[in-house]
Structure formats: structure tokens, C-alpha cells
């Protein structure tokens, strides 16, 4: 009997992603009365699923109750059922090998397409879902009319009680509650309520200059303050890890960036061969698209599409995002790293972004504005410096190369620039680089926040500043 001689082994952690499927597409159905889990199933037929697999479960337990609402889609089969053990079980009976993947139902997710990925599991469901941007607060100093925003990339990190414990810890999904309301004066100093905010200076009599003039009523203070604080910590507590991280691929496997794969390129696929740089530079995707949906947006303003430029493109993941936009006519994307590029071109690939970026080799300042005169918006993450960024408050002059050297040199393409920034970046530095990148009228930094954390900021110049 199918039944008895079948070989139900639990796979768990990361570490095996050798032997097991790392991620798998899946179709998320819309819920059916009380079913609460997600049943997904690779490498049977239905007829297989319902005869075999289903049965096995039942009978050891790991799931209850009678599943329902299958559907299929290239041999990939889900479904819903009432109770179960979330993990991901592969089977072994006489005629295949099937691995099934269990998970808590959430009502967000419903009918979206997402991937699920073992080992702390997750749902980059973002994809169709909008991103929530509301500006916190709006400051002046006496030049430039700095205005601090938030993004939230639509929450993709679930948490599957007991799913993978011997993985990385998920990370809750955390709505944030903010609104952007209008309270009228600021109860707080200027450089408290900037910090409150996330946001840090350098220069304390400078932050004296930064006044907020709009500021969250005191409930989303409140909830900004305590967020902000919890997030802290928590990258505390992942950081501790990053010393760890090696160069090899090897030691890669175990690292945080590596268990953040999907998060980082959700189509990731082990021959894209990230670099080392790569694989702590590289934007997450779904900061990547939301820039993109950003840049797109001038499009509107200029009344046709546009041409836009990444003197960085390290790995491609900003250039690629931004391209896929329809409002994107073309793309240039260059790095002084050969090996960098090559892996860019794979990754437009991936994407199926090839035909419209045009990729080179070269060092930021060879690049010549007589020859892309028709570069209307910049998107780039320029070096940080590596992982050692966390340490205190980002100090721009600690860029190489020069940021405001650099910033000056791209001014001549476009003043409308996204650049990647540390989320601990300097708002005041960030203020004083507007004359340098020619958009002494306004600057906007914007914090980036994936899954509830904030990950990243963008400092948008020129007509890419949302007043
Ligand atoms: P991180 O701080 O290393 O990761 O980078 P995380 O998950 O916030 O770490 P934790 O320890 O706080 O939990 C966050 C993101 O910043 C990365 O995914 C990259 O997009 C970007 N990033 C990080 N570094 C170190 C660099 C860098 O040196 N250059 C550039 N351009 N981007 C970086």
C-alpha cells in the first residue's frame, strides 16, 4: 500500500536548499469558510495529491479536516485546509517524490500570486499591491526646502508559527499605523522630533535650522516612537551576524543577505551569481520598484516617456526595476566593475528587461554628458562602504567617491535624481548636497520601510521631489 510505505521527512532551516526547492510560485486562493492553512504541493498529479499525498498527511497528523478550493497550475497544486503543522514535508513513495509546503492563511494575501520561500517563510506579494507613501513632516533650513517622507513596501514577510525555527528569525509584519495628519506645531525640539522620526543629524546646531512645520498628531508620535525603537533593537540583534558573513558562496549560504534571497530578487535563481559587494549592495526589490513607480511618475510631468541613467548599477537591481516601468523608454546602466555589469545583463535577462538598458563598463566620471544628453532622471545606489555603515550616523564626506564630487558630475545629466541611501544617513548633510546636485530648491529624503522595518532611505532631487 501507497500509504504505509511512504517516507514523510520534515526538511527544516535553510542549509539544504541543495536538495530541496528553495521557493516555490504559487497561486494564493481566496480563503473558504473556516480554512485557516495553505496547502501547496509540487511534483504530483491531482489525481496523485488526492489519492496519496493528502491521505499521508492526514494520517500523520499534519493536517485536519477535509481539504478544499485545489487549483493547478503547471503541476503545482494548493490547497486550503482547516488545521495542520506548518512546514515543508517531502514525500518518498514508490512512484515520486512530492514536497509539500504548509502555511498559516492571512487574510492580506488573499488572491494574490506570491512566493513562498522555506526556511522562514514569506510571501512577496507586493507585486500587485500598491506602495503606501505618506509624508511625515516637511522641514526648512534656510536654503532648501527639505521634505522627509516614508515609504512602506506592502508588507511581504508573514510569520508561519512554527515554521522553520531553525532558520532566521521572520521578522513580524507590522503594519504601520501612520498618519499623515495636521497637527499644527511641534511638541517637541526639532532634533527630537527628527529622531522620533527615524531621522538623524550630524551637525546638532544645524538641526536647530531643520523646523518642522508639519508634525504627527501625538498617536502616530507615539507609534512612530515605539516602532522606531523596536526596529532598532531588532537591527541590533541582527547585526551581530553580519561580522560573520564571508566571502564565499559557500558562507554566503548561511548569511543573512543569502536567507533574504527572494526578498532581495525574487526571482533569484542560483546561476545569477551575486558578488559579495552584491550581495549586502544590492537593493530589495520591492524598495527597487517602488523607486521605479517614483521616477515613472516624471513621466506624467514631462508629457512622454522617459530615458534614465545608473552610473552604479552593481548588480542591476535598481536599473532593472526602473526599467520594467512602461513610462521607461530606455536605460543606461554602467559600473567601474566588469564582473558587476556582466551580472546586471543577467539580471535584465531574468527580468526580461534586456532589450531596453544599454550596459558598459566605466568609472562614474568617465561617463560624458555630450554623449547622454537625453537623461532625464538618474536611480543609483551609490558605495556606501560596506556593512560598517550602521555604525552611528552616516556621514556623507565619508564617501568614496566624493559624494557632492559626484553628485556635481551627474548634475550635468539631469538635476532629477533617486539615490540609495543609509537609512542612518545625515539629514542635514542630505540638505546641504542639494546646491551640488543643482535642486537648491528642494530635497527630499524618504525612509524606506520593508516589512515593518526601515531598510533604506532615497534622497530624490530636482522634479523627483514630492512637495
Ligand atoms: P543591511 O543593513 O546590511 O541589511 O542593508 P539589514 O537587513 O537592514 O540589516 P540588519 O543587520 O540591520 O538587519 C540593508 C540594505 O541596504 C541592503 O539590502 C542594501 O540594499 C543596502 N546596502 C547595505 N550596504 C552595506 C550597502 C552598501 O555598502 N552599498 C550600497 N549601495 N547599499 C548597501
Redesign the pocket.
Known amino acids: 500500500m501507497a500509504r504505509s510505505s511512504a517516507k514523510v521527512r520534515e526538511l527544516t532551516g535553510l542549509g539544504d536548499c541543495d536538495v530541496i526547492p528553495c521557493s516555490a510560485e504559487i497561486s494564493y486562493p481566496v480563503r473558504e469558510g473556516q480554512h485557516s492553512y495553505i496547502l501547496h504541493l509540487e511534483g504530483v498529479s491531482l489525481l496523485t495529491a488526492l489519492r496519496f499525498v493528502l491521505p499521508v498527511l492526514r494520517e500523520r497528523g499534519y493536517i485536519s479536516g477535509c481539504p478544499v478550493g485545489c487549483s493547478m497550475s503547471s503541476g503545482k497544486t494548493t490547497f486550503l485546509v482547516e488545521q495542520g503543522i506548518p512546514g515543508c514535508y517531502e514525500f518518498k513513495l514508490a512512484h515520486f517524490i512530492c514536497t509539500a509546503f504548509l502555511a498559516a492563511f492571512e487574510d492580506r494575501h488573499q488572491g494574490h500570486t506570491g512566493r513562498f520561500a522555506q526556511g522562514y517563510s514569506y510571501f512577496l506579494c507586493g507585486q500587485r499591491s500598491p506602495v503606501v507613501q505618506r509624508v511625515v513632516v516637511r522641514v526648512d533650513t534656510p536654503e532648501t526646502c527639505v521634505v522627509l517622507s516614508r515609504s512602506y513596501s506592502a508588507d511581504c514577510e508573514s510569520v508561519a508559527s512554527g515554521y522553520g525555527s531553525a532558520a532566521r528569525k521572520p521578522i513580524a509584519a507590522r503594519e504601520a499605523t501612520v498618519h499623515a495628519c495636521d497637527a499644527q506645531q511641534p511638541r517637541r525640539s526639532p532634533e527630537s522630533a527628527l529622531r522620533a522620526l527615524g531621522v538623524l543629524v550630524r551637525d546638532a546646531g544645524r538641526a536647530q535650522e531643520l523646523v518642522p512645520r508639519v508634525s504627527p498628531c501625538g498617536q502616530c508620535e507615539k507609534t512612530l516612537f515605539g516602532e522606531v525603537r523596536s526596529l532598532v533593537q531588532?537591527?541590533r540583534w541582527?547585526?551581530r551576524?553580519?561580522g560573520r558573513k564571508a566571502s564565499g558562496r559557500n558562507d554566503l549560504q548561511g548569511c543573512?543577505?543569502f536567507a533574504?534571497r527572494f526578498r532581495?530578487v525574487s526571482r533569484f535563481h542560483r546561476d545569477l551569481e551575486l558578488s559579495e559587494?552584491a550581495w549586502?549592495?544590492?537593493?530589495?526589490e520591492e524598495?527597487s520598484r517602488h523607486i521605479g513607480r517614483r521616477i515613472a511618475m516624471l513621466s506624467r510631468k514631462l508629457g512622454r516617456k522617459i530615458r534614465i541613467l545608473d552610473p552604479?548599477c552593481?548588480a542591476g537591481?535598481n536599473i532593472v526595476q526602473a526599467a520594467l516601468m512602461e513610462e521607461v523608454e530606455h536605460a543606461w546602466a554602467s559600473d567601474i566593475d566588469d564582473g558587476e555589469v556582466r551580472c546586471a545583463e543577467r539580471m535584465a535577462k531574468l527580468y526580461e528587461a534586456e532589450a531596453k538598458i544599454t550596459f558598459r563598463r566605466s568609472d562614474v566620471f568617465d561617463l560624458d554628458p555630450r554623449t547622454l544628453a537625453s537623461v532625464d532622471a538618474i536611480v543609483t545606489?551609490?558605495?556606501?562602504?560596506?556593512?560598517a555603515?550602521?555604525q552611528g550616523i552616516y556621514d556623507l564626506s565619508s564617501m568614496e567617491p566624493g559624494y557632492e564630487k559626484m553628485l556635481s558630475h551627474l548634475a550635468q545629466f539631469t538635476a532629477n535624481m533617486a539615490i540609495?541611501m543609509?537609512?542612518n544617513v545625515a539629514a542635514d548633510q542630505v540638505a546641504r548636497s542639494a546646491a551640488a546636485a543643482k535642486s537648491s530648491a528642494a530635497v527630499e529624503l524618504e525612509l524606506n520601510f520593508l516589512a515593518g522595518?526601515p531598510?533604506?532611505a532615497t534622497v530624490y532631487y530636482g522634479a523627483l521631489v514630492n512637495h
Not at 549586502?280 to 530589495?284: G, N, Q, T, V
Not at 545606489?381 to 556593512?387: A, E, F, I, R, V
Open positions: 531588532s537591527t541582527s547585526k551576524d553580519t543573512k543577505y533574504q532581495l559587494v549586502f549592495s544590492i537593493c530589495p524598495i552604479f552593481g537591481g545606489s551609490p558605495p556606501w562602504g560596506g556593512p555603515y550602521l540609495l543609509p537609512r522595518k531598510k533604506t
